[in-house]
Nanobody, 122 residues
Framework: QVQLVESGGGLVQAGGSLRLSCAVSGSIFSINTMAWYRQAPGKQRELVARISSGGTTNYADSVKGRFTISRDNAKNTQYLQMNSLKPEDTAVYYC????????????????WGQGTQVTVSS
């Protein structure tokens, strides 16, 4: 069984910082792309940032220069450092990972975390 466990969300004032973590556990053969999405009330889930197994990163225009995605392959963990937070960053943040499993290393499966609330007050 594969689990993605997120941590690090919370309430912060505008201009502040938070760091989200997402740890992957289970019978994993390898992890390909990892990513963070967010969903604000009444809005669709949107991509925030993603990072390939080789470290290539992509960001939504709205977070470029403020957020940094990273990963520690030895720990099967990804991070999202969020600086200069704005009220419009308020959302539930979800991590995902594209995995190859030990029982089926020829296929790629996408798993999601449970989500963590980030609230930025003005």
């Amino acid at each position: 069984q594969v689990q993605l466990v997120e941590s690090g969300g919370g309430l912060v004032q505008a201009g502040g910082s938070l760091r989200l973590s997402c740890a992957v556990s289970g019978s994993i053969f390898s992890i390909n792309t990892m990513a963070w999405y967010r969903q604000a009330p009444g809005k669709q889930r949107e991509l925030v940032a993603r990072i390939s197994s080789g470290g290539t990163t992509n960001y939504a225009d709205s977070v470029k220069g403020r957020f940094t995605i990273s990963r520690d392959n030895a720990k099967n963990t990804q991070y999202l450092q969020m600086n200069s937070l704005k009220p419009e960053d308020t959302a539930v943040y979800y991590c995902n990972a594209d995995l190859r499993l030990i029982r089926d290393s020829g296929s790629i499966y996408r798993y999601w975390g449970q989500g963590t609330q980030v609230t930025v007050s003005s």
